[in-house]
């Protein structure tokens, strides 16, 4: 989906946030990488979900639990706090109701954790002031027809929402140059390539 993203990088600061034998439910999972990994190292009961069948049996071979299904709808069943963590890793601004399904997690689960692409990246804002098109970048790499990306935000755009409907952020991170992680930045809407945030409700 992020092409150009080192997920070994999110998936390892994603893991360092997680609390050892903790039950994860990853949506979007995609190959099972990082719920591989939580179950290597944190030994977490996992379980992950994804729309492409594909993904699904990429788990499967991996000896990791999942499950096919639509991420905007397959969530209403699922128990109030049934969950230690769910992990919305650069899924959610695919998603056709980010809104719901942001919701949805922070009642499904105990603690959210959330990443995706920043798009108040510097790289963004040059691109729209000097070329006057929908940028490029490394972070969000494809033509305005043919990106996956459908509901572009930024890290204020997710803190504003995450204030006006009750969720607390708990976590903030960022990733930078080189996606290193960091815990702290200076103006992080402006150099943050991609955010990380762990969540709940209040």
């Given at each position: 989906m992020l092409r150009e993203l080192d997920r070994r990088t999110i998936d390892t600061a994603i893991a360092a946030l997680i609390e050892p034998g903790a039950t994860v439910f990853d949506i979007g999972c995609g190959d099972g990488?990082?719920?591989?990994?939580?179950?290597?190292?944190?030994?977490?009961?996992?379980?992950?979900?994804?729309?492409?069948?594909?993904?699904i049996l990429q788990c499967l071979a991996k000896g990791i639990p999942a499950i096919h299904g639509d991420l905007d709808q397959a969530l209403a069943s699922c128990r109030?706090?049934?969950?230690?963590?769910?992990?919305?890793?650069?899924?959610?601004?695919?998603?056709k109701a980010p809104h719901t399904v942001l919701k949805e997690i922070v009642r499904?689960?105990?603690?959210?954790?959330?990443?995706?692409?920043?798009?108040?990246?510097?790289s963004v804002r040059?691109?729209?002031?000097?070329?006057?098109?929908?940028?490029?970048?490394?972070?969000?790499?494809?033509?305005?027809?043919?990106?996956?990306?459908?509901?572009?935000?930024?890290l204020r755009d997710f803190e504003y929402f995450c204030a006006v409907h009750g969720i607390e952020i708990i976590v903030r991170g960022f990733f930078g140059r080189r996606l290193a992680y960091r815990s702290r930045m200076a103006f992080p809407n402006l150099f943050a390539k991609e955010g990380l945030f762990v969540i709940r409700k209040k």
């Amino acid at each position: 989906m992020l092409r150009e993203l080192d997920r070994r990088t999110i998936d390892t600061a994603i893991a360092a946030l997680i609390e050892p034998g903790a039950t994860v439910f990853d949506i979007g999972c995609g190959d099972g990488s990082l719920l591989a990994l939580l179950a290597a190292t944190k030994g977490a009961r996992t379980l992950g979900l994804d729309i492409k069948s594909e993904a699904i049996l990429q788990c499967l071979a991996k000896g990791i639990p999942a499950i096919h299904g639509d991420l905007d709808q397959a969530l209403a069943s699922c128990r109030d706090g049934m969950y230690d963590y769910v992990v919305l890793s650069q899924t959610l601004q695919v998603l056709k109701a980010p809104h719901t399904v942001l919701k949805e997690i922070v009642r499904i689960g105990k603690k959210a954790i959330v990443s995706f692409p920043n798009f108040g990246h510097s790289s963004v804002r040059w691109s729209f002031l000097w070329r006057g098109r929908m940028p490029k970048s490394k972070v969000l790499p494809f033509e305005w027809y043919d990106s996956p990306n459908i509901h572009h935000l930024t890290l204020r755009d997710f803190e504003y929402f995450c204030a006006v409907h009750g969720i607390e952020i708990i976590v903030r991170g960022f990733f930078g140059r080189r996606l290193a992680y960091r815990s702290r930045m200076a103006f992080p809407n402006l150099f943050a390539k991609e955010g990380l945030f762990v969540i709940r409700k209040k």
